[in-house]
């Protein structure tokens, strides 16, 4: 079985920078795209960002210029480094992949960290 786990996440001021990580356990298994998805306060859950193994990116508009999505596919990592926040970035987030393993594609979820961006 394959888990995700995130951390990072916490209280800052508007303004402020924070950084998650997620981080990807278990045996026998490769990762495709990996993404970071928030669902704020009676919002549905939406993409912030994703990455490609080959390293390529995209962002919801709403973060472009702020956040950045970095991974690490030897240590199966991806990180948020989001600057700039502001109130509206408030969310549950969470980390996800794509994973192949036993010739099975499946999406497995982190269980999430909050961001609280206090005004």
């Not at 508009?61 to 950045?68: A, E, L, N, P």
């Not at 987030?93 to 010739?103: F, S």
Request: proline fraction near 3%.
């Amino acid at each position: 079985q394959v888990q995700l786990v995130e951390s990072g996440g916490g209280l800052v001021q508007a303004g402020g920078s924070l950084r998650l990580s997620c981080a990807a356990s278990g045996s026998a298994f490769s990762i495709q795209t990996m993404a970071w998805y928030r669902q704020g306060p009676g919002k549905q859950r939406e993409l912030v960002a994703d990455t490609t193994s080959g390293g390529s990116t995209s962002y919801a508009d709403s973060v472009k210029g702020r956040f950045t999505i970095s991974r690490d596919n030897a240590k199966n990592t991806m990180s948020l480094q989001m600057d700039s926040l502001v109130p509206e970035d408030t969310a549950v987030y969470y980390c996800y992949a794509r994973i192949i393993r036993a010739g099975r594609y499946s999406g497995v979820w982190g269980p999430g960290t909050l961001i609280t961006v206090s005004s």
